[in-house]
């Protein structure tokens, strides 16, 4: 038996089966403590072990339906345990084939399938992932990396008018008052919390008194603070249930102006620490978006989710490096983060570039007046001598 191994708040643990045939399968198993994670490695190989005396009985639903109940025992996202559930269906050309009949021929006529019904790149990538992480305990041997999939097209650029910031939450106000939907917009844009955190949020994660500081220019500030350590999501009966952060990343203190907080307990006065904020939903969230950003006339693959890209950016324009844009923003890769940041960067530098170059075009100007003003000095001194 392999031994746990804490990583941040959470136990891993990666059990490894030799079978029948020789062949060496492992996986990799979260728990939220050692000895449930010691338990559910020994499931996994008691899985494996039953698996490997009967190959015969198992068809590629039984091994997505063995990953889905492995996945809600390891707690992972009720949402993305829902997904599973749903794209179930998506593998209807395989799903009744036995395991041991399966080759990587027939998964990529599937896959073929899938796109030529219209299927977009993206969504078979998570198909893919999906299949290929239910399997693998079972069929180790098919080689997912030889699977050709359509690439997918390059994402188009959001286009992020900064008047936005202001209308929005102002448009909000207008149609629905100040209410909850008014402080999913205010955390969004000036915390970058994303709407299931947002929904998470209780009295006791608000900072009781603002941190008073000083700018740079000697005026007081004052700071509050908003703890982020859950979300609450859908799982798969689509009942909201508490969700802890995937990774480290997930787990962070933001410091905002204490005016957020302000406005926050002006709707609903503070109650006691674990008492839920927000009583509207996120779904909901969703379906009043829709009638803002129409009345707001703004393209329509402006998410709501999509302006927590006005808090990124005032952290980046502030100063802020891409790790702590990285710690503020909870983002859990790396990569993702910086392709945020080149972005917001780059968009940056242009601005930069114009008010340059316009800077300098009124520097040039001005010295060539200085320089005809002197040439005509110059003269009119030879002409009265």
Known sequence: ?????????????????????????????????????????????????????????????????????????????????????????????????????????????????????????????????????ALKPYAPYLNFDSIKLPKTKKRKKKQFKSEWKHTVPEKIVEMYGKDDMYIYSILTIHAGLRPSESYALTFGDLSPEPIIDKADDGTEIKIGTIKIDKALVQNENRVYEKK??????????????????????????????????????????????RNVRKTLSLPDNIRFYDLRHFYATAKVLSGATEEELQSDMGHSRSSFTHEVYVEIMEDHKQEANRIFVKDSSAAIQNLRKIEDKKNKQEDTDKGQK
């Not at 480290?248 to 203190?253: K, L, M, P």
């Open 244 to 289: 802890d952060p995937k990774t480290d990343a997930g787990y962070r203190t933001i410091e905002i102006a204490w005016e957020l907080i302000e406005e926050i307990l002006a709707i609903h006065p503070r109650g006691k620490n674990d008492k839920q904020i927000i009583k509207l939903k996120p779904q909901s969230v969703i379906k009043l978006w």
């Open 1 to 133: 038996m392999a031994t746990p191994i804490k990583r941040g708040k959470k136990w891993r643990i990666q059990p490894s089966k030799t079978l029948r045939d020789g062949t060496k399968v492992r996986t990799s198993i979260t728990a939220n403590t050692k000895q449930e994670a010691i338990q559910l490695a020994r499931m996994w190989e008691a899985d494996i072990e039953a698996n490997d005396r009967h190959p015969n009985n198992f068809t590629v639903e039984d091994c997505l339906d063995k990953y889905r109940e492995t996945c809600k025992a390891q707690k992972l996202s009720p949402s993305y345990i829902k997904m599973q559930k749903e794209k179930k269906s998506a593998y209807a050309s395989i799903l009744k084939m036995k395991v041991q009949n399966l080759t990587v021929s027939d998964i990529q006529d599937h896959f073929n399938g899938r796109s030529e019904s219209g299927i977009s790149p993206g969504t078979l990538k998570v198909e893919k992932a999906i299949l290929k992480s």
